[in-house]
């Protein structure tokens, strides 16, 4: 029979357990024990499949799982239009639950969490490998899962779940069931709109913050589970992976309660945002950054009427007198520069020295806002790198002002 070592080999793990004892018959609680499932034969294997179904009426903290808003925004950030087209049951919500935290091509996926949506509310599936040599049967049941899906959602997934799952194929000489289908990472979008909100971006950071969900005492830290996979393999007692399968589960519920939040925030941010302006600015960044300018122009004019850190505010500043500048209205612009000015804003001081220079043709007002630049560098707490720059930069200006005052002068 082979020995856990050899299975371990079989999935390409090297972790040096070749003398780890055989499980004693009263260490064992096998997994069927813990976690209500069946064993879905697929192929020559089979694998534990773990199944729960939520209700439409369920929430997830305070944010319900089905998709309430339109997908416009988040499909035009993905860089995919179809998206907002799809009907939302052909989106599968994923994450795995790996042997090892760093990837490569020894670390595998034990357990799976896959959702979706259907008629009633939201089905949750997981499949888990008993052994090594089950992962076989976990791909297969993997791909047929995934066979209506046309987009993922994930959290990390571009650069961990997916390209992981994409090798585990690969070694078994299969095409990946990934290949083609859309993805939204929304790791990436929530650190765009709650960078400035929240010191820590990570999921379970976010569904308390965000979400406002909370889980019960049978949440595990992340960085434990590959060590109770192991642990299992060894002693073949099940009992601490319940809380193995209660992280990934809320995991991919989460998934739907962030992507519906963050849908409702993107289409209709003036009603969404809870009174919590800053994200209301986040939302105005990143619809400048789509081209939507007068989307972000009116989401930024409310954002400076609210209270914000200082940073915020002053940047919020910028980017709207930085947008009537490209439209070509200085009178909009130049108050708002100015007040940008009075929040530590040098590219303000900037801006208005330009204005003054080439638009207004008024040299003595450009040296005016050059030499306030100037002074506040000196006095300024300002890092090393940035200070050098900008000092560098007003003192040349300066110059230049002051050779054509005087050439003016002759």
Excluded at 374 to 386: K, Q
Aim: proline share 6%.
């Amino acid at each position: 029979m082979p020995t856990l070592s050899d299975r371990l080999k079989s999935l390409g793990v090297k972790i040096g357990i070749e003398d780890i004892p055989a499980p004693q018959p009263n260490q064992t609680y096998p997994v069927e024990e813990v976690a209500a499932g069946r064993l879905l034969e697929v192929g020559n294997s089979v694998t534990y499949l773990i199944e729960e179904d939520f209700p439409s009426t369920y929430v997830h903290g305070q944010v319900g799982l089905k998709i309430a808003s339109q997908l416009h925004t988040i499909a035009e950030w993905a860089g995919n239009p179809d998206i907002s087209q799809q009907d939302p049951e052909s989106f599968v919500f994923l994450d795995t639950e790996t042997s090892g935290l760093a990837g490569g091509t020894g670390t595998f996926a034990f357990l799976v969490g896959v959702g979706r949506y259907i008629k009633d509310g939201f089905h949750l599936a997981q499949f888990f490998m008993r052994d090594p040599f089950e992962e076989p049967a976990l791909l297969l049941a993997l791909e047929e899962f995934l066979a209506p899906c046309r987009t993922i959602v994930s959290f990390n997934g571009k650069a961990f779940d997916v390209p992981l799952l994409d090798t585990r194929y690969t070694l078994q000489g299969w095409k990946s069931p990934f290949k083609g289908i859309a993805h939204v990472d929304l790791l990436h979008l929530a650190r765009r709109l709650w960078r400035d909100r929240l010191p820590s971006r990570t999921l379970g950071n976010i569904e308390v913050q965000i979400l406002r969900a909370s889980r019960t005492d049978e949440e595990i830290p992340g960085w434990m589970i590959p060590q109770l996979y192991f642990d299992y393999l060894r002693a073949g007692d099940a009992r601490p992976l319940k809380r193995v399968f209660y992280h990934n589960a809320m995991d991919v519920v989460s998934l739907a309660a962030l992507l519906n939040h963050t849908s409702a925030l993107l289409e209709d941010p003036f009603n969404r945002h809870s009174g919590e302006f800053i994200d209301l600015a986040a939302v105005a960044r990143l619809l400048e950054d789509l081209g939507h300018a007068d989307r972000a122009c009116e989401l930024y004019e409310a954002c400076l009427q609210a209270e914000l850190p200082e940073d915020v505010f002053s940047d919020t500043l910028f980017r709207l007198a930085s947008l009537h500048k490209h439209r070509g209205n200085y009178p909009a612009a130049l108050p708002l520069w100015q007040q940008a000015t009075g929040h530590r804003k040098l590219s303000a001081h900037e801006e208005l020295a330009k204005y003054y220079e080439h638009h207004a043709l008024d040299l003595k007002e450009a040296l005016r806002w050059t030499l306030e630049a100037l002074d506040f560098i000196e006095t300024a707490d300002i890092p090393s790198p940035e200070n050098i720059y900008w000092k560098r930069e007003f003192q040349h200006r300066m110059q230049r002002l002051q050779r054509k005052i005087s050439a003016q002068a002759e």
